[in-house]
């Protein structure tokens, strides 16, 4: 076993190379009493056969839902009388996993997670039950006004790409998806050569590799992953209204944005934050909220996904007063576009962004998750220690530059879920299973 130490403001994290060839990130704190590990596989919700949304999901879900000789009641009672926590989850580029135990029960969590990972048991019946529970979940979020929003904005922005397909599937296309397609999701996915490491708590480089090697014996060496295309989202100056009756619309908006290995993702970053970041001095919090009181919150961030950016924004407001908010955001997108921010609100933006970076490290789970994120986004080892002196150096023409190439022509994929008035070349549509979609189209277009 090897380490190597890269100091940070907050960390000192060691790079762990097992004598199996597995690398691991840690982060050694005796002071607190519990051990968090975090693991990722790249290649998520993107990985779904076009036919089948939904299977990698379900795959996620049922990991501890038994494992090699263990029944899913008898694997979750082991859990509860140790005290470990242990959770799966997935998104679009990744299969992920929590772990959160006390050092006397590390032993035991690592063996439960390794039977979890390496011998899911995939039963007949657990695979029923959650995929009941998720077709049970969307049909109970189907008329949701965010969720139906998010669902809709990423099926224009990216149709005929995996990231257009909805994560969780469909209740059709979980209707197909059954055990041999579940252990099928999980042989692409889940193998040695795609797994990232980050752990923090009382634990030795030396026994973090003894741990992770065991771990990982029974995991096959390659991935089966299939390559997903790079593109660029589609949709920019269009306008989709899904009518729904709701008292109120709710909105997303967005564009193409950088993906995190471009050369300007910081002055980006800085510019985004400026525009709709997360603080009440945001140029669309003051428009919007502040002086017109249209909404009670506006926002918008970059999200740079694996294989394509984008950045994204929302809002929920009056019906009446949809368009108003939608034209002030566009405004304010395209004067940042054109002349980008004043010299005062870059210095603010800075001096926020830095003062605030230590709040992702303020709990062992969240420095975990920054561990894994690090190796996931390529961004290095001495990232952290490197990070906000990246901010404090960027400069006003960076985040012109920035802002230019981010918002452009200010063009937007809108998408509105309500009864929006006042939103001409509007696209119209009636919400799945609403009863408007039975109403004559002349009457769902007049609102």
Known sequence: ????????????????????????????????????????????????????????????????????????????????????????????????????????????????????????????????????????????????????????????????????????????????????????????????????????????????????????????????TIAVPTVRPAGQGRTEIVTLDVPQSSIIFGRAGPLRDADDFIPAYVANHILGGGSFSSRLFTEVREKRGLAYSVYSYLSPYDHAGLVLGGVATRNDRAAQSIDLIQSEIRRMAEQGPSETELESAKKFLIGSYALRFDTSTKIANQLVQLQLDHLGIDYIARRNAMVAAVTLDDVRAASKTLFGDGELLVVAVGKPTGLSGANVRPAPGSAEMHAPAEAIAAG
């Open 1 to 224: 076993m090897t380490s190597a130490a890269s100091s940070t403001h907050t960390t000192d994290i060691q790079r762990v190379i097992t004598p199996g060839g597995a690398e691991a990130w840690l982060v050694e704190e005796r002071t607190v009493p519990v051990i968090a590990v975090e693991i990722a596989f790249r290649g998520g919700a993107a990985q779904d056969p076009e036919d089948r949304p939904g299977a990698v999901n379900l795959m996620a879900t049922l990991l501890d839902e038994g494992a090699g000789d263990m029944d899913a009641d008898a694997f979750q009672e082991t859990l509860e009388e140790k005290a470990i926590e242990l959770t799966f989850s997935s998104n679009r580029d990744n299969v992920a996993a929590s772990l959160r135990t006390l050092p006397e029960n590390l032993d035991e969590a690592f063996r439960l997670l390794g039977a979890a990972l390496g011998r899911p048991r995939f039963d007949a019946a657990a695979v029923d039950r959650m995929r009941g529970q998720i077709s049970a979940q969307i049909r109970r979020s189907a008329l949701d006004p965010d969720d139906l929003a998010g669902r809709t904005f990423f099926s224009e922005a990216f149709p005929g790409h995996p990231y257009g397909w909805p994560p969780r599937g469909t209740v059709d296309s979980l209707a197909t998806i059954g055990r041999e397609q579940v252990a099928a999701a999980h042989r692409q996915i889940v193998a040695r050569d795609n797994v990232v490491i980050g752990a923090v708590g009382a634990i030795s480089a030396d026994r973090l590799a003894s741990l992770v090697d065991g771990l990982l014996a029974g995991l096959p060496e390659r991935a089966g």
